[in-house]
């Protein structure tokens, strides 16, 4: 596979919160997305948890309520893993934009083979793996013993590093058990359909970092336009009706919206088949953008900008990641559409995703209404997470990311992976998430 892995000269802690506590909570992880300058952040939330990956010294507000709830034995504590991680950048090469799920199989199968515990977060501008550090330089070893291109700027360019079976033969053997698989209770569809697109580096978080704001902490201030209030309007009509409660940051009034009838019908088929994807950007991403292939889109929200009453207290699932070569988001993309209006949709590098979401609510698309048959005639992809609940297994488990990773690739499902704290969260093309969910349960 034409790979460049790099590490990242970065050491992360890893910090978990129970999603009920987080509305409590949310302070200090609002903090850490307006932070200006942060080495690398991931943020990801599902039903059972938001996870923060980011620096120690960045973390600090989280350690007092750690402590705090280990000495009062808490039920449902925050948690910050003990061990410290180390981050390898993954991009890709390949001008295939269909290997996504290959990558996270190929990548992860030596490590689980040598029984190394691992996690793993894909997104729009490249991949990442996290390894422990005290168990860097085998993994390191083990990557180049395989072929893998690895490029270290604490040591020397580690593709130089021979690669012969004496090599592959040094890379010290696991004692560990196998690995198993969570039982069938625990493998979860979760209701949205996903998106994932770029911002803008251009536009840096003074400009879209209250928007991700509002995601995480805000939900319900999120504007919602019921289906009926879109039916009888054009896109014009549209964007004229917006709040006026809304602006600024928070504006979604369209204006506009012709180039975005223009970007859905004119995408090429993208990567995954999945409903929620109109991926291939139509500008010109970062040069992080480039080297990473998979360049998934927005999916559209089958309940495209459902009434208030419809739309659920917080968000099931999303992920933002944050470096010095880009960010990325993926969310539910019936809320991407509406936190990114055409008037602002310079700030995301997508294709014509949100223009899909913006016909859809036109249209007046309600919840109950939208098939799959919707799609057939478009090059919308569609994600739905299939979220794995870890709880029991802890981070010490090995082999987790390349088994999931390896039922779904040899079954010829395409996905992405986003580990968290306590969980593992597949997003695959909507019209196979359940034949997935079914592969999981079984592997």
Known sequence: MQVTISLQPVSLSLVHIPRPRLARLSTPVLRQILHPHPAFLNITANDIELSIFGEQHVLHDFEPIARRDRQRRRAHPLEISYEKWRVLQIDSHSDQVDNSGARVHEL????AEAGISILYQSSYMSDFMFVKESE???VL?????HGFDLYSPETTDLSATPRSPQTAANAPASP???SHSPTSSDVRILSPDLACVGLSDEFGVDHWGLKIVKLVAFPDLIPTPSPSDSRNSSQSDFS??????DDGYFSHSPQNTSSNSSLYTSRSPSRLHSYDDLCTPLTSPSKSASKHTFTPSLSTHRSVYPSSSQYPTHQQFFSFTRTPEGSSLTADACVLATLFPPHERHMVICGGELAAADERIVNGVNPDDSDEEDYEDTDVLMYKCLQLDLRKFGLDKHGLVNRFSRVLEENGINHMYSSTFKTANLL?????????????RLC
């Open 141 to 145: 070893q083990i990557l180049s013993a």
């Open 108 to 111: 992860s199968a030596p490590l």
């Open 136 to 138: 860097l330089q085998q």
């Open 176 to 178: 560990r058990s196998k």
């Open 240 to 245: 004229s009706s917006t709040s006026s409660e």
């Open 428 to 440: 695959v093309d909507k019209k196979q998430a359940l034949r997935a969910q079914s592969l999981l």
